[in-house]
Nanobody, 121 residues
């Protein structure tokens, strides 16, 4: 499966942004999808994940209550709605596909190219 992330940009603290991850191929619906992010000088970290049916999600404590992940399999798209953004949310955001419900990036097989989110006043 191939993934393409989009929707990044510049937003002020407290603002909102929505990211999209579009998958190609009929196998898209066979994978759990997760969002990761990597800030400058830091390791890639897990943000949120959603199972292949879209009825179960899991997320990191740093974004809990602010970010919402969802998916539309008919559109082969996973969304990340980001609200109440903070400066520390600034990073390149990647979507990834994997067979298991996990938070470790090494367990995800396919990756999108990343989209930059900058939170700044």
């Amino acid at each position: 499966v191939q993934l393409q992330a989009s929707g990044g940009g510049l937003v002020q603290p407290g603002g909102s942004l929505s990211l999209s991850c579009v998958g190609s191929g009929r196998t898209f619906m066979s994978y759990n999808i997760a969002w990761f992010r990597q800030a400058p000088g830091k390791e890639r970290e897990f943000v949120a994940g959603i199972n292949l049916r879209g009825d179960s999600t899991w997320d990191s404590n740093s974004v809990k209550g602010r970010f919402t992940i969802s998916r539309d399999n008919a559109k082969r798209t996973v969304y990340l709605q980001m609200d109440r953004l903070k400066t520390e949310d600034t990073a390149v955001y990647y979507c990834a596909a994997g067979p298991v419900r996990e938070t470790a990036s090494a367990l995800y097989d396919y990756w999108g190219q990343g989209t930059l989110v900058t939170v700044s006043s």
